[in-house]
């Protein structure tokens, strides 16, 4: 059984999330302690535990621990099965990163999946809907994977409510990544939206992330932000902005909460992409560690530049390491740019 220590590196949620998502994959049992031992309330969240057991159910594993504040998990999968299935967190905890775990072990079974989940889709601290959509999905596809991703409600904190779907067919071969240079940025374009508010909000969001790219870089990119109302059980606004490249796409949103003023939600989105066009890098901060699981199962090398080495990309090289063998090399500083090989 591979012991896990869950406190290594950044010490969160993702070190149980790629730990599920390969032990199904490969079939491989595990033991983690210390679950998130490094957070302000250390152990299983109700988001985490409905990855666990949608693992569980996917994989018809056996396991312990699988409670609400544990912080110690053994996890036992059999074969995983195809087939539709529904997980609804309970909370607004993300939908996107139940998504994530289940997504490698479904992804290479041998017959199309179907996951419907319900919960958060425009949280903080986990990648939104737009972004799944419309960065990791192409990125996914650059790699010879097809998800296909749908959105029927909108989920925000803190009632959540949201619902997304999933169709994920098999991949064969994973093609490599080699991308080190992101070319000419051709265009920003991007999402406002509001969920039972006043489109204003959404109108002043829009005007904040504008304004703010135009003082550094007056007339530069042609900027393209569409409004909308979003159906939501509760209430929220969000804005997507994505950056189209000649050799690359990236991604950043901000999440409005109670007391933020709307143009501070714009201006994060616009700050996010301003420091990722200055480090003049292919792949925005976000994505590293959710492609680095792919690109170790790939035959070939890959190699890519990006805006910022994260600790939570080092950490999750870390865990995948745990579960099976494969070379890789990051060379920057954690909070700056970098370059990263695997192979």
Not at 37 to 48: A, D, I, S
Not at 170 to 192: D, H, N, Q
């Amino acid at each position: 059984m591979i012991e896990i220590d869950g406190s290594y590196g950044e010490g969160g949620g993702q070190i149980l999330r790629t730990s599920l998502s390969l032990s199904c994959l490969f079939n491989r049992p595990f033991r983690i302690f210390n679950i998130r031992k490094n957070r302000p309330k250390p152990g299983l969240m109700p988001q985490h535990l409905t990855s666990v057991k949608a693992a569980q159910m996917i994989s018809d594993a056996e396991m312990t621990g699988g409670q609400i504040g544990s912080t110690e998990l053994t996890f036992s999968p059999r074969e995983v099965k195809s087939g539709s299935f529904t997980f609804d967190v309970g909370t607004a905890g993300s939908t996107a990163l139940i998504m994530q775990t289940l997504l490698p072990a479904l992804i290479f079974s041998q017959e199309k999946a179907t996951i419907t989940l319900r919960g958060g889709t425009h949280v903080p601290f986990s990648p939104s809907f737009h972004y799944l959509d419309g960065i990791f999905i192409p990125w996914l596809k650059r790699l010879g994977m097809e998800v296909r991703l749908s959105i029927e409600a909108y989920g925000f904190y803190p009632k959540g409510g949201g619902v997304i779907a999933a169709e994920i067919f098999p991949a064969g071969e994973i093609e490599p990544l080699r991308v080190t240079e992101r070319g000419k940025v051709i265009g920003v374009y991007g999402y406002s939206g509001v969920g039972n508010l006043p489109l204003t909000i959404a109108e002043r969001q829009r005007r904040g992330c504008v304004e703010r790219i135009e003082s550094s870089y007056p007339g530069k990119f042609p900027i393209d932000i569409e409004l909308q109302e979003v159906p939501t059980p509760g209430q929220g606004t969000f804005i997507f902005l994505g950056a189209e490249a000649e050799r690359v796409r990236a991604g950043f949103t901000g999440i409005g909460e109670r007391g933020k003023r709307a143009e501070i939600v714009g201006e994060e989105a616009a700050n996010e992409f301003l420091d990722y066009y200055a480090a003049d890098a292919a792949l925005d901060p976000h994505l590293p560690d959710q492609l680095v699981l792919y690109l170790s199962m790939c035959r070939e090398s890959s190699e890519f530049t990006t805006s910022r080495i994260t600790q939570h990309l080092l950490t999750n090289l870390w865990a995948i390491g745990r579960f099976h063998k494969f070379d890789y090399a990051v060379e920057g500083e954690i909070g700056r740019s970098g370059k990263v090989k695997v192979n």
